[in-house]
């Protein structure tokens, strides 16, 4: 249901339970298409520090996949998967009203195009939002994740039994919330880059300069590279909430601060990076898709319900 591409009047922004309703869809198509290299990213982020003269636990991110499908198969990295859609569809939903809620705070008219710095402000306002839903969701994904790569025994059966068991052990702000912090230094930021360089690329490819009148390639495009542009920006803040996320309890006290000083002294800047080539080979098709399920979404609210 791609809109047609060519000039037409703009129509008006769409309604808040509209992009709530279109940002979930969009939320559920990013992660279909982007989990399998998100637990490559997580194992290459939180495999341990080599001893000298030993080998690291995976040599890249290939030999991270290969070794994951040759010991669990394909399925082994959809593991942790049952998590983020639970958390993905209201998080997604979410994050998008944020966005049009700090978008219609910023303009004195329905119809009046924000600068690159408002579109900035109001994505980060969408992070804000997105964080305190997210943050349990990752946790438990991220520890199934490490889970699936190590050669002990399983500590948890599926997301359920990690939520009861990180709940039994340390309640919900010290257990399931934990990296509370990490994930709002990692979201509020790259949504403000992300949904800046979505809507400015679309003016850019839009024949009137308005955004509107993309056809799916051009929306795909735009939503690929936003979601590059929003990892770029991620991926520090990210390593360190995954390590966080996934330390046993007490290895650092004073949060976020010790995981960064701890890789600093250990391990130097370089490894804030890890994972940087599956989090960008991740990032442009389930990004794409996310924004392409959004557009798709509203066109087809647009259609069933005008004046929703």
Known sequence: MAVEEKT??????????????????????????????????VRMQTMPQPAP???????????CALRTVSKEGFLGLYKGMAAPIIGVTPMFAVCFL?????????????????????????????GVFTTAIMVPGERIKCLLQIQSASSGPAKYAGPMDCAKQIYREAGVFRGLYKGYCATMLRDVPASGMYFSVYENLKRKMSSD?????????????????????????????????????????????????????????????????????????????????CFAGYELAISFLDYVAPNL
């Open 209 to 289: 300069g308005t955004g509107t009148g993309l056809g799916t390639s051009r929306v795909l495009l735009a939503g690929g590279l936003a979601g590059m542009a929003n990892w770029a920006v991620a991926i520090a803040p990210d390593t360190l909430k995954s390590r966080l996320q996934t330390a046993p309890e007490g290895m650092f006290p004073r949060g976020v601060r010790d995981v960064f000083l701890s890789i600093m002294r250990t391990e130097g800047p370089l490894a804030l990076f890890k994972g940087l080539g599956p989090i960008m080979l991740r990032a442009f098709p389930a990004n794409a898709a």
């Open 53 to 63: 003269g030993e080998a690291p636990l995976y040599k890249s991110s290939m030999d």
């Open 98 to 126: 944020g966005f049009g809620i700090g978008k219609k705070l910023q303009q004195k008219n329905p119809e009046e195009q924000l600068s690159t710095f408002q579109l900035w402000n109001a994505g980060m306002l969408s």
């Open 8 to 41: 037409r009047p703009a129509k008006k922004a769409p309604s808040a339970i509209k992009d709530f309703l279109a940002g979930g869809f969009g939320g559920v198509c990013l992660v279909g298409v982007g989990h399998p290299l998100d637990t490559i990213k």
